[in-house]
Structures are given as C-alpha cells and as structure tokens.
C-alpha cells in the first residue's frame, strides 16, 4: 500500500499538479533580452532576427516537439505571413503594423488549416513529402504571381507606419523593431506556455507518444493534430509578418527549403518538445553563424552537418537535453562524496 | 433484454481473404466471455471490427440494441466500448500517472481544453490515482514506462483502459508476455474488474481462460466454431480436435 | 507534321530525363521501402558517383563505360561503408532522426566537395560516339538522349528481372511487404540491407554520371533535386521498382512538355499532380495497401 496518506500528497499527484508553475529562471531569457537592447544598441538588427527566429522556432515545436509531426515544410507558414504584411502594406492596402500581423495569422492559419485537413490524413514519408510539396507549391505561387508579390525579386522597400502612430520603424536604429519583436514573441511565448501545459498540450503529447493509443482512449486524434497544425501556423505566419516589418521587404528566401531546414535545425539543437529549446537553439545558431558562416561558409556548413549528425546518433535532446543530462549526472554523484 | 454488445452476421474481407465470416456473437451484461481460436482464426480483427478500427464489408455491430456500425472509433470509446492491447501500447515518455491522466482526461471532457493547466484539474488528477491504487501502481506512479517490468506496464495498459470506466471491455491476451511469478497481478486484476461490465478476453492461456469465462466462443478460420460454458466446451471433441489439440503444440 | 515532330522529339527528350531520374531514384525507392528510411542523402551518393565518373575520365584518360563502372563500385563500397557504421544504428530511430541525420551528411558531403574539388560545375565530356544526332528514321534526336533511353530501359528490364527472378530479389520483396515474416523465414535482414543500399547507391552514382549532361554536376546537386527523387519515390510507391520506373518517366515526360509550353508555371503543375496524387493514393501509385 502506499506510504502516503491521500492519493493527492503522492509526489507524482504534486509535481503533475504543480508541473505548470513558474519556475525561477524562467524570467531570465526576457531579462537576457533586455539586457542586451541596453548592452549592444548597435547589434539591434541582429537582435531582432534573432527574435523573430526564435518565435519561428517556437511554432515549430508545437508541432514537432509536442504533436510530433515531423514537417520540412513549415517555411510555408513564415512565407504566408511575410507575404501578407508584405503585400497588403506595398499595394496601399493596409499597412498599420499590429492590426497587419493579425491578418498575417490569419492568413497563415487559413493555409494551415486547408493544407492540415488534407495532409494530416497521412503519415510518414509520404507526410513528409506533402509538406515539401506544399511549400514548393506556395513558393511557386509566389514566384509566378508577379504582379502581386513582385515575382523572384519580391517586395523591395514596404513603408510600415509608426506602431501605435508613435514610434518610427527606422532602419539604420532599429530600436523599434527589437521592443516590438520582444513584445510579440513575449505575447506568443505566454499563449504557447498555458497551451503546452493543458490538458489539450498533454494530449498532443499522447498523440506523439503513441498515436494509436490516443485513438483508443476516445481521442479525436486527427481534429487535435488539425488544431494544432493550425495554430502553429498562426504563429509562425506572426514570425513571418514581424520579419517583412522588420527588413521593410518580402522576398522568395521566406518561403523556402532553406528556411524550413535551417529552423528544424535551431529547434534540434536546442532541444525540441522543451519550450525553451528554441531560444537556446536560435541564439547558439544565429550567434555562430553570424561570426562563422560569412567568413568561412565551408567551414560552417561542415560543422553543422556534423552537429546534425552527432545530434541525431548520440544527443537527440540537443543542447537542453544534454545539459539535463549533465546536471542529473552530477546531481547523483553529489550526495555520495 | 436486450444484449450489452451484438454482432449480426459480421464479415470481413481483405481482397480474397475472409477474416471474419459471419459471425453473429452476444455479449451480456456482466458477461466473463472468452473468444479462443488457433492462430489466424480471426480474433484481432473480429476486436478491430468491434472497436471501429475496421469497418466491416457486411453486417451490424449493435451496442444495448443500438446499430454503431457506422459510428468511428473514438465515439464508440465514448459510448462505453474499451480495449487493450495485444503488444503494449503505452506512452513510454511520460509517467504511469500521466498515461492514466490521458485517459480519464478524455473521459470527463477535460482533454480538449487549451487554456488551463493540466494540473489544475485536481478531479482528474485524483481519479487517476484512485485508479492507480486500486491496481496496486500508486507507488510507481511517478515512474516512466520504461523502468518497470512487463508485468507492470501489462497492468498500466489495463488501468489506461480502465480509465475510461467502459461497459463494454475488450482485452487482447491481457497476460501474453508477462513472466509467470508476475501473472498473478494481471489475474487478480482481472478478477477485480466491477462485475456490472461485460467483459471478453482473448487469450491463448487456458488455464486462464478457463479460470476467469463463464462462457467461451471459438471461432475458426473467422467463423464461430463453437460456443458454451467451459465445460461443455473443454468436453467438445471437435473443439479439442482443432484447436487445444494444436495449442498444445504451440 | 511539324507538331508530331515537335511532339515526338519532346517525349523523347522527357523519357531521356525520366531515366535518369530513374537510374538515381530507384534505390532510394527500394530503401526506403525496404528499411523504411527516410534517406534524405542519397542525391549526395549520386553526386559523388558522378564526381568520381566525370573526374576519371578527365584526369586518367579512362572511357566513359569503365568510368561508369569505376564510379558504381566505388560509390557503393563507400555507402557500404556508411550504412554498416551510420545508418543500421537509425533503422530503429525516429524518422525525424533520420532526417536529420541525412540532412547532416548531406551538409558534410557538400561541404567536402567544395572543399576538395571546388564549387564549379564539373563538365561530362561525351565520348565523340554518343554526340551529335542519330536519324531515327521519323526523327533526327541527339544521340546521347537516344542512348539514355535505351540505357534505361536495359536497366529497368535487368532489374526487373533481377528482382523477380533471383533469390535475393525475392527475398527483398518479402521484406519490403512483411519484414517480421522475412525475419522469420531466416532471412539475414542486416547483410541484404547493406546488400541492396550498396546497390542503390551505386545505380544512383551511374545516374549522377549518366546525368551530369543536362543535370549538372556541382556540389549543390543532392539539394537542387532532392524534392524530385522523393516525388518519383512517393508516387512510384516505396520499394517498387517499376513504380518508381512510371513516376520517373512521367515526371521527366511532364517536366519537359510543361517547361516548353508554360516555361513558368510548369513545376507549379508538378507539385499540385503530386498532392492530388499522394491525397489519392498516399502509399503510391504501386505502393502496397496500408
């Protein structure tokens, strides 16, 4: 019998109950954040890239990390969004830049939706190739649509009007653009945190786990991965739109492989299915790359190809994952001296 | 009165294969049925046509008078019917408390909800504990499937199953696997389940299929063969010519 | 009369490109049928034939047919290589694994080249017999494409045979339709799985040779088409050889005709048929039932 006096007083009851709280160094990446608007007001550009990146990243985990839906076409959502600030601010439609990264959700979780009902019927490599195609498709799209998307060379120079008729978005001091993004991804982060620990999170996980059982225990599996799939594209239709705002300019790069294999990457370094695996993905690739991949391109395409291959055979949790594994590892020899 | 859980003239074929051949089977309420049969009668699959997971190529599933022969998988988990697994099917990632969790989340209508925590759902949170202690898992609750025995992560997938508090439980060989000084917790279990459901297991063991029906089916070659209580079936010479005849061999 | 000439040299010009998409993909198909691996690396072996085949003939003066010899045993020894000490340990991995694992050396591999034989593209210089036209009598077409052709459909026969009529074809079919079965039958899985990557690997370098005409040889290839030997794959259905012979030959057909009359939107159509395709059949168009 159990040593516990109530069901509730058992550790597993406690610590599920208390799974969701706050923990104490979860401030420290807005802080870090902060900390470098202050510290590097000239890398402000950068910066920005990098929140946007991460806010990608994160959208990705939600479908690869929880409901394990292993997608290379996730590129397809970022470029939806990018092209819709993109579009709608070139054309002198609407260009006001909060109420334009709506629409940008908006669209980006229509195409989420219509391709998800259709494609999440599969599974496996024939999943896979739907989601390539279906970003080859919009990229395609993109590229024949000239008159409206400005074709190979895309939309150059969007004006985007002051956030809330305030503050410039300037691009030599992009101090606007950074709080902006920080303000976004924060916004997001919130809203993707409370999702991945309700019920509705867990039962992804289950669908990960082991998508039969789910069927089993009565889920509506298929309708979950749809709603999923859906919001995850909202999300990185966001990233997206926050991207063209920030560059003042849409182009095909959006919308590629290249994009959709190099976020998969930050999010597998870092660690996927762990929330904070894209900040540590995003800031050890972007940071890397921008000190290696411009001076030594072979270099660094080198040494990511081994990463990826030592990530895959020996370190499946990246960088998060392995530094558990570390800190578990000491933890057990501690209390033995 | 009308039947818990009715086939009618059920059949299923895969191309030329016939896996089912109608099969008009009943299962009471509080019923202990066995379904026994040699390897390739059937049986999997006649549980798939029950379940939802096949649908059939003729005839009608019934539950309490009801036709749900059309109605899918999950809606059927909803109406009462549950079942577990042959091999394992558990979500080896997480803790045996969040594997029951999931179960009885989707039971109460918490699983879809997106905006509060799972742990705040205390009502789920202590079911599923309930449910652990009475299987006796309370004190690996807070383990991953992967550190226990077989003969532990065999009873978290019937407490997963459990969890859905079903009418109608179907269990696929509910000991297959577990060493023997282990079976003894899969047999009590068994013994434990509220005697109001209708219950039919599929297994090979006799011992325990003997020891748990009160009525046995045998079906071959997807055809119901025979049926009676444990007597007259153990007694029937033609039921020992195909099947314990061959059991004994394998 | 001109049309049917216009139609007649594009289908010829479509089946060439449709072989060699065949020749590189059909390991690939059998792989991924066979192992369930999601090898997202193998235009990186047929890239490496390639630089093996093109770089033999222009540095040691060999001909094209013992090059492409050269470039198959090779290849092939070297995946062999790479399966045994890389791949066997992902057979049982998570696909996202896999495909990340075959993204890494996809990255290393070009990477490599770069490095080694630089970023150029590397020219197939024709031995003199395969230039010019050949009069086929109705048509006068290059005479390389002709021999493509003729090339591929030697190939497919001798590999169809090979599948059908040999024991080790037997065996692989047997364990791409029920590998647990073929396990139990006593089939060595691990020695016919390094068998029959090795296999695949080299055709697909005889099809970086082959190709490297119109296809091109540097070291971005097994990026640039990757997404069409996954096409030929998916449609053709994993692991059948003459599934994945009627994709390629399609796929190149339709490429070459939509690329001369909608110079634009051509791929567009390619990628719309292949989404209707797999939402139609998601196992292939000769892909086993689920």
């Known amino acids: 019998m159990s040593v516990f006096p109530t069901a509730t007083d058992h550790p597993a009851a406690r610590a599920l109950a208390g799974r969701h709280r706050l923990r104490l160094w979860e401030p420290l990446p807005w802080l870090l954040a902060l900390a470098f608007y202050v510290a590097f007001p000239t890398y402000l550009g950068f910066g920005t890239d990098l929140l946007v990146t991460i806010l990608f990243a994160i959208s990705l985990d939600l479908v690869l990390g929880y409901a394990g839906i292993v997608t290379l076409g996730h590129a397809a959502f970022f470029g939806a969004g990018a092209y819709t600030v993109g579009m709608l601010a070139f054309h002198g439609i609407w260009a006001e830049p909060i109420t334009s990264l709506i629409a940008a959700a908006a669209v980006a979780a229509l195409v989420g939706l219509l391709s998800g009902l259709v494609l999440l019927r599969t599974t496996g490599l024939t999943l896979l190739m739907l989601t390539l195609c279906t970003m080859a498709l919009l990229e395609e799209a993109a590229n024949l649509a000239h008159d409206w998307t400005g074709g190979f060379d895309g939309l150059p120079s969007i004006a985007i009007p002051p956030l809330f008729g305030l503050f410039e978005f300037n691009p030599l001091y992009p101090n606007t653009q950074y709080l902006y993004a920080l303000g976004v991804l924060f916004i997001c982060f919130v809203f993707v945190r409370v999702l991945v620990y309700s019920p509705f999170g867990q039962s992804l996980t289950g669908i990960r786990e082991n998508t039969l059982r789910m069927h089993a225990v009565g889920a509506p599996v298929r309708m979950r991965l749809i709603v999923c799939y859906t919001i995850s594209a909202a999300i990185a239709g966001i990233a997206g739109g926050l991207w063209a705002q920030a560059n003042a300019y849409v182009n095909l790069s959006t919308l590629g492989l290249d994009r959709a294999a190099t976020v998969l990457i930050i999010l597998v370094l870092g660690g996927y299915g762990r929330l904070y695996g894209a900040f540590v993905g995003a800031v050890a690739y972007m940071v890397l790359s921008h000190l290696l991949a411009k001076i030594y391109p072979t270099a660094w395409q080198l040494g990511l190809g081994l990463l990826l291959v030592i990530i895959a055979l020996f370190a499946r949790g990246g960088i998060l994952g392995v530094g558990e594994t570390l800190l578990r590892w000491f933890g057990r020899r501690r209390p033995s001296p | ?80 019917i549950a079942r577990t697994f042959q091999i394992n099917r558990l979500f080896r990632g997480l803790t045996v408390l969040e594997n029951v969790y999931m179960a009885i989340a989707e039971r109460v209508g918490a699983a879809p909800d997106m905006f509060r925590p799972a742990g705040k759902r205390q009502d789920v949170i202590d079911e599923s504990m309930e449910l652990l202690t009475r299987l006796k898992l309370a004190d690996i609750a807070h383990k991953a499937i992967p550190e226990l025995p077989y003969g532990r992560q065999r009873l978290v997938e019937l407490a997963i199953t459990l969890g859905l508090k079903p009418q109608v439980l179907l269990l696929d060989e509910p000991a297959a696997g577990v060493p023997s000084a282990e079976s003894h917790i899969i047999l009590d279990a068994i013994d434990a389940l509220p005697k109001n459901i209708g219950v039919l297991i599929i297994d090979h063991d006799m011992d325990l299929v003997f020891r748990f029906a009160k009525k046995i089916t045998v079906l071959v070659r997807g055809a119901v063969f025979a049926e009676g209580t444990p007597k007259e079936i153990g007694a029937n010479p033609d039921v020992r010519a195909v099947y314990l005849g061959q059991a004994a061999h394998g | ?204 370098a005889l099809g970086g040779g082959l190709g490297a005409e119109f296809l091109g040889l540097d070291p971005q290839y097994p990026l640039k088409y990757l997404v069409y030997f996954l096409i030929v794959v998916a449609v053709g259905g994993p692991g059948r050889i003459i599934g994945a012979f009627y994709a390629a030959v399609l796929i190149g057909v339709l490429d070459f005709v939509l690329k001369k009359y909608v110079p634009q939107g051509g791929t567009l159509f390619i990628y719309a048929l292949t989404i209707l395709l797999l939402l139609w059949r998601p196992q292939g168009l000769f892909g086993k039932s689920a």
């Open chain 3, 1 to 204: 009369m001109i049309f049917g000439i216009d139609i007649a040299s594009m289908v010829l010009g479509g089946l060439a490109a449709g072989m060699v998409l065949f020749i590189v993909s059909v390991g690939l198909s059998v792989t991924m049928g066979l192992m369930g691996f999601v090898n997202l690396a193998h235009g990186a072996f047929a890239m490496l034939g390639g630089y093996v085949i093109v770089l033999a003939m222009r540095n040691w003066g060999v001909g094209f047919a013992p090059a492409l010899a050269i470039g198959f045993v090779v290849t092939a020894a070297v995946s062999a290589v790479f399966e045994r000490l890389l791949y066997a340990r992902l057979y049982r991995a998570p696909e996202l694994d896999q495909v990340l694992f075959t993204i890494g050396l996809v990255f290393v591999i070009i990477a490599s080249v770069t490095v080694l034989i630089g970023p150029e593209n590397q020219p197939l210089m024709l031995p003199d017999a395969l230039r010019g036209q050949l009069n086929l009598g109705f048509i006068e077409y290059r005479t390389y494409s002709i021999f493509l052709i003729v090339v591929g459909i030697v190939i497919v026969i001798g590999l169809w045979l090979g599948f059908e009529r040999t024991r080790m074809g037997a065996q692989i079919r047997a364990a791409v339709d029920n590998r647990q079965m073929a396990e139990s039958l006593g089939i060595n899985i691990d020695r016919l799985f390094t068998i029959t990557f090795a296999f695949g690997s080299g055709m697909a």
């Open chain 2, 1 to 80: 009165m009308t039947a818990l859980l009715e086939t009618r003239s059920l059949s299923k074929s895969f191309g030329a294969l016939l896996a089912t051949r109608d099969v008009s089977f009943t299962l009471e309420e509080g019923a202990r049925h066995a379904l026994i049969g040699p390897n390739g009668a059937g049986k999997t699959t006649f549980i798939n046509l029950l379940t939802g997971v096949l649908a059939p190529s003729a005839g009608e599933v019934l539950l309490k008078g009801h036709d749900i022969t059309q109605v899918e998988q999950a809606e059927r988990v909803k109406l009462g």
